[in-house]
């Protein structure tokens, strides 16, 4: 519950108290009055703590980008880095020029596939941006754009597997994304 309303709730059970205590319920007249207060009080009140719980929940985090969103490389679409990884010919199930750590940021990764076997390339970026994936195929370069945070769903997950999606059981790696300074 936000702070605000945990007061604003407190307030309102207290004003439902002192007016049953300072408004005397015999007199005959102002009773009916003082009922009808304390109901519509104790209505607000149960109306803040619903409203209040209702935004709770919708405070939950479900991406890490207030996380360490300070900590990502100041980028514009003009500055976004190229990380090329590369199949050789002759070398045909390997990932070669993936880094063991980036930092936080968004990234262009171009996947060559210089093989005769249909490859892809595979790696989870932010949580809302989920999964990103190149098509698969032989002998094609592919580029896609990802976006890396350490947070995911607000939960510290540094390390990244990027796989293969047809060979994912040994084909496959992982980076670390660092905080960006
Ligand atoms: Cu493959």
Request: glycine content about 6%; proline content about 6%; charged content about 15%.
């Amino acid at each position: 519950m936000q702070l605000w309303a945990l007061y604003f709730f407190l307030a309102l059970i207290r004003l439902a108290q002192s007016n049953h205590g300072l408004r005397p319920r015999t007199v005959h007249g102002t009773s009916i009055r003082t009922r009808a207060s304390t109901a519509v009080v104790r209505f607000l009140a149960i109306v803040t703590l619903v409203a209040a719980l209702a935004s709770a929940q919708s405070t939950v985090v479900t991406d890490d980008g207030s996380r360490d969103d300070g900590k990502m490389l100041r980028q514009s679409s003009a500055t976004i880095p190229t990380i090329t990884v590369t199949t050789p010919a002759d070398d045909p199930y390997a990932f070669n020029g993936m880094p063991a750590s980036i930092n936080a940021g968004t990234y262009k990764i171009k996947y060559i596939n210089n093989s005769n076997i249909p490859h892809n390339f595979k790696i989870r970026g932010s949580s809302t941006a989920g999964f990103k994936a190149t098509p698969i195929c032989s002998n094609c370069t592919k580029t896609i754009t990802v976006t890396f945070k350490r947070y995911l769903n607000g939960v510290l997950s540094p390390n990244r597997l990027y796989v293969c999606e047809p060979h994912k059981t040994f084909m496959k790696g992982t980076v670390t994304i660092n905080p960006a300074i």
